[in-house]
């Protein structure tokens, strides 16, 4: 089992920034990749970015130019700093870890971006 904590998220004006982060703790081995997606209310689970073992971003379109995603591998914790944030944004934010032969969910973290 791998157990993520997630924290940052909150309540932020339309352009403003926030920044969340996610600890992996517990049965970690081999080489992983970390993420973030997001879910807002009425629709489906999506990609947000992920980052692998090695460093490698990939990011999904809407977010592209303002999200930027990091990990420190020696910590097992994966960043995402959110500029410019959007309305549209607004969702709970959940952290996955995964390697060739499990993945694993966070809780889920709330951003709303709201004047």
């Known amino acids: 089992q791998v157990q993520l904590a997630e924290s940052g998220g909150g309540l932020v004006q339309p352009g403003g920034s926030l920044s969340l982060s996610c600890a992996a703790s517990?049965?970690?081995?081999?080489?992983?990749?970390m993420g973030w997606y997001r879910q807002a209310p009425g629709k489906q689970r999506e990609l947000v970015a992920t980052?692998?073992?090695?460093?490698?971003?990939n990011y999904a379109d809407s977010v592209k130019g303002r999200f930027t995603i990091s990990r420190d591998s020696a910590k097992n914790t994966v960043y995402l700093q959110m500029n410019s944030l959007k309305p549209e944004d607004t969702a709970v934010y959940f952290c996955?870890?995964?390697?060739?032969?499990?993945?694993?969910w966070g809780q889920g973290t709330r951003v709303t971006v709201s004047d």
């Open positions: 996955n870890w995964r390697n060739r032969w499990a993945g694993y």
């Open positions: 517990g049965n970690i081995f081999g080489s992983s990749t």
């Open positions: 980052i692998t073992q090695g460093g490698s971003p």
